[in-house]
């Protein structure tokens, strides 16, 4: 039979209870985590369909603008 100090079962409960809010931390965290990725899904789709439907429409994509060189000249020059 294997007998413990009290100070050894008391640094072990501390560890444990440590551990056990790291984890209650970490799966709220998942949780907070996997309802945003949810959300963004949510957001994507809309987007998508919103995307199609325009070009359903038949709009034309914007054209791109002429291409200036000096347009991407810093203001100092």
């Given at each position: ?19 056990e ?34 070009r ?22």
């Amino acid at each position: 039979m294997t007998t413990t100090s009290p100070s050894h079962d008391t640094a072990t409960e501390r560890r444990l209870t440590e551990l056990e809010i790291k984890v209650s931390y970490a799966d709220d965290l998942l949780d907070t985590l996997n309802q945003l990725v949810a959300r963004q899904q949510e957001q994507i789709e809309l987007l998508l369909r919103e995307v199609s439907r325009l070009r359903q429409r038949g709009e034309p994509a914007a054209a791109p603008a002429a291409h200036n060189p000096r347009d991407e000249l810093p203001p100092h020059y």
